[in-house]
């Protein structure tokens, strides 16, 4: 399924998050509409920060695999930040990961079960 630019209502998915992303537009601008450029970058951070309902996951660990640094994270000291890489470990468990998010994805978009449905 595919979604046009002219046409968003093709896609329910697409049409949801879009519902979703203008809501919190909205919440932000309250009388101020034109700043809108400025605030969508948060919004959209925001958006893929969030666990979602369906896949009990965010939108950024089911693209990367892990969990976005937050950027009050960044100065704190904690086991995703200051834990040492070992590099090749890192990448098989990150490719391992993103399998089973591609595989939960596509399973949850055919309506197949979750794999690890709590």
């Keep these: 399924h595919f979604t046009s630019v002219e046409h968003p209502q093709t896609n329910g998915q697409a049409e949801a998050a879009n519902r979703v992303i203008l809501r919190g537009l909205r919440r932000r601008l309250d009388q101020n509409k034109k700043k809108w450029v400025e605030e ?13 309902s369906t896949t009990g996951d965010t939108p950024f660990r089911m693209v990367y695999g892990t969990e ?9 000291p904690s086991r995703r930040t200051e ?3 070992e590099e090749e470990m890192n990448d098989e468990a990150l490719c391992e990961s993103l399998i089973t998010s591609k595989r939960f994805v596509r ?12």
């Design 107 to 118: 399973g949850h978009a055919f309506g197949k079960p979750p794999l690890n449905k709590k």
């Design 83 to 85: 834990q040492p890489l």
């Design 68 to 76: 976005a640094v937050i950027p009050v994270e960044v100065g704190e």
């Design 40 to 52: 969508l970058e948060s919004v959209l951070w925001a958006y893929r920060t969030t666990p979602h």
